[in-house]
């Protein structure tokens, strides 16, 4: 027992108070560790003993909510159930085993892949393969609750479970803490290891748009036929896009389609993690034994492996080695391969030697999809006036336009109202506020001098080399993007220029950016830097 209060919660009344309870804590939780802690809790109230149980799906799970969240927890249960104490239990949800724990898996991946309507469109022309249409029925996710397992039974779950409490589809699944990692590694190798992947992330529930296309076609052909081309599969974009819900759909069908593969999914610091301990307990052959003989690696955030020198080594020994038996390495990273930075030359040189691919930012229709799919699978029927008026002032990534449907849902539900533009406005009033706040074109230039490493000066200065002018020119685009100033007076703030110079380098920019998948994602993350 976690928490102990005197009276009991009237039987028929839990579900209730504890989803008012979820709405109130999605307003104060930031939406990544909402979805990943707090929202697979399952409530069940016990007649026996007359307490309300919230079960979390491992003892991972239930350790941080214990740590983290309990204390807040009682205290809206209280306020919300009008009782001046509450007895409430934590517990860890009881395991199917055996043939039986198959079949819920299985069950759970059906149900969410059931819950959208998306199609698996045909691969691009340039993959050479057209697959079949796929059509899946709609429906709505629907969990099963798992009787009460006694606490110290908490012990049988281990991080392969923390599939169950995974991010909704769309988003970038979190890195677990450390030491719930060190929890699933310190069996070593004598065992085959967790996947670790979210049965939740496939192909179909991922919204497919020209800003991901691609990159899907290609991960799609690779879960279909690993070990043969695009290998290495690197796919590089800013946070929140989807790169991490592409790794696992991969891991998913590859395992749909061989279960006997050995498919792996780790954050690059688990990786790292995994090397100091090999290090500290002289157990390399071991490390290598665990990721020299899997069928596939997928390894996210590769970038934090820079400046690791060791780490570098046995990653590169990894490489070598799952590519002469031709296993799969997909990766992920938030910039380009020639891009990343303390890394040893020759592991950039096999990055870049299988296939490299871009995901962007959600174009606005992309947008309205994803928020329509993932409102559906919460059983409501989002219209599309809100979807556009949320995917107009959300536009950074899909983590953030989940974070925002979330706050509109929770709002509306918590006070009782129809979901519409002025119940959205009022939802993100926060996020409007600071979405309208002044950019200032003399933020724009420091902002773009620190990026490309030049002084702010040379923005109104007459020099014109292609280190400065390029620069100078993507500022003054981002001027007449982000600003309501007219082409004279951002002329005027660039040392006087004439507004045609100011045209000419708004058009070329807007131009290059439809071209040029490295300039898109520069101007990204100057844009994203601009409206924090």
Known sequence: MEQDFAAAVPHGTEDGIWQLCLDRLALEVPPQQFGTWLKPLQAQYASSDGCLRLLAPNRIALDYIRGRYLERIGALLRELSGQQSLRIEL?????????????????????????????????????????????QAQGHL??????????????????????????QAGLDLPAPPADAQDEATAAGPASAPPSRLNPQLTFETLIEGSANRMARAAALHVAHAPGQLYNPLFIYGGVGLGKTHLMHAVGNQTLADKPDAKVLYIHAEQFVTDVVKSYQRKTFDALKQRYHSLDILLIDDVQFIAGKERTQEEFFNAFEALLSKKSHIVMTSDTYPKGLTDIHERLVSRFDAGLTVAIEPPELEMRVAILINKAKAEGIALSEDVAFFIAKNVRSNVRELEGALRKVLAYARFNGKDISIPVAREALRDLLSIQNRQISIENIQKTVADFYKIKVADMYSKKRPASIARPRQIAMYLAKELTQKSLPEIGEMFGGRDHTTVLHAVRKIGQERQQQIELNQQLHVLEQTLKR
């Open 142 to 167: 629907n969990l099963t609750r798992q009787p009460v397992a006694p606490l110290h039974a908490a012990a049988q779950a281990t991080y392969d479970d923390a599939n169950g409490y995974g991010m």
């Open 91 to 135: 517990g860890v949800a009881r395991r199917a085993t055996g043939a039986g724990g198959v079949a819920q898996r299985a069950a759970r991946v059906a149900a969410v892949a059931a819950s959208t309507t998306t199609s698996a469109q045909g691969l691009a022309a340039q993959f050479g393969t057209q697959l079949r249409a796929r059509e």
